[in-house]
């Protein structure tokens, strides 16, 4: 693809010079001799660099500089001049100017610089259409779904995500509560900084006191040099806090007060340093009852409950359950060259009436192996997990609402999600026997 330069000079021959000059090197070649014409051809040609000379008929190039980076960032800027001054080429550098040379002198630095100047659009364009589709990828407009639920869901946190307000997302584990995270951050004023994410229940105390606050050499062993932290690199943009309810009590104290005073101190400093972030936390635990029991610092839990997001489990949102499946076999499909699949009948009743304990990341691990394992252009119940072949869907229809029944069946099933499917837990908090809470799951088939 052509690179366009731009020439303003109203030297004519020395502007033609030039311009056969750069042609030679395979560039496609515009010329202007005044400021004027030449923000013409920027509005009517993606323009890459701009050779300007400082004294024009109508202006001067330092000044004409700011409508440049203004209009057309990604538009590099080499400035010419008959007469260097000192002073004309520091405003010139801090006016955004790529460059700024001497004409004649430095007629041999034009073409290298050039191909410097053309590096740094390409680069800064890459990084834009990166953006992009980070953005674009975490836009709520791709989070799959059309269930009530989901769109309440959506709702909030596109309402929240414009304020610096911190959001509290509570679900089960694999609802995808990092997607909404994200998701906020990308539709946010902070959009274009960092969106650092940390999980809280993947390291030990010491070693997550270090991560979010960072460490000065020789705070601890093994520290051998400075190290940021999540809280020093989430400066200006957005900290996502997974899984904050596993937290040690220690740290929650200490993440308090960097809430409350934007401050932090770095292990094995004294120094306070400051942060402006906006946090997003998420758990699968409810911190209301955490803190009641004293597992969670209850002043923690009210200062990130300012804005509380519930994400609800996949089989609470049926109607979610095609669109992700359709859009995981194409995304799977495409991944390991398999030509576009049909999903049967029988395959969609199974996923539809399917618990899914593991959400949403369930579903796409499901959805992997059975575009690996199917041999025909259609997805069949037979390439499902066996427990999905042989899952017993159970109905009670004659159960009403308002039946003991139906609130112990509730009851049960808030306990179980509590305690992340742990049987023996389970029958603890309930004070029954395993053997009872075995049957009353069986009875209620409850997953």
Known sequence: ???????????????????????????????????????KKLEHNDIDVVLCDVKLPDGNGVDFLQNIKAAFPFTEVIL???FGKISDGVQAM??????????????????????KALEKVQLQKKVKQLEKRISDKYSFDNIIGKSKGLEQVINLAQKVSKTDSTVLLMGETGTGKEVFAQAIHENSNRVGKSFVALNCSTFSKEILESELFGHKQGAFTGAIKDKKGFIEEANGGTLFLDEIGEMPLELQAKLLRVLETNEYIQLGDTKPRKSNFRLIAATNRDLKIESEEHRFRSDLYFRLNIFEIKIPPLRERVKDVAPLAYYYVKQFSEKINKKALSIDEGFMQKLETYQWPGNVRELKNVIERSVILVNDDVLTEDVLPYEMQHQVVKTNKSVSA??????EKLHIQKVFNYTKGNKAETARLLEIGIATLYRKLDEYNIQ
């Open 80 to 82: 010419l001049t008959a």
């Open 94 to 115: 801090k006016n955004g100017a790529f460059d700024y040379i001497v004409k004649g002198d430095d007629n041999d630095k034009i073409i290298p610089l050039l191909y």
């Open 1 to 39: 693809m052509l690179k366009n330069i731009l020439i303003i000079d109203d030297e004519e021959k020395l502007r033609h010079l030039l311009a056969r000059i750069i042609r030679s090197e395979g560039f496609e070649v515009f010329e202007a001799p005044d400021l004027k014409s030449g923000f």
């Open 402 to 407: 308002f039946s003991m029944q139906s609130v």
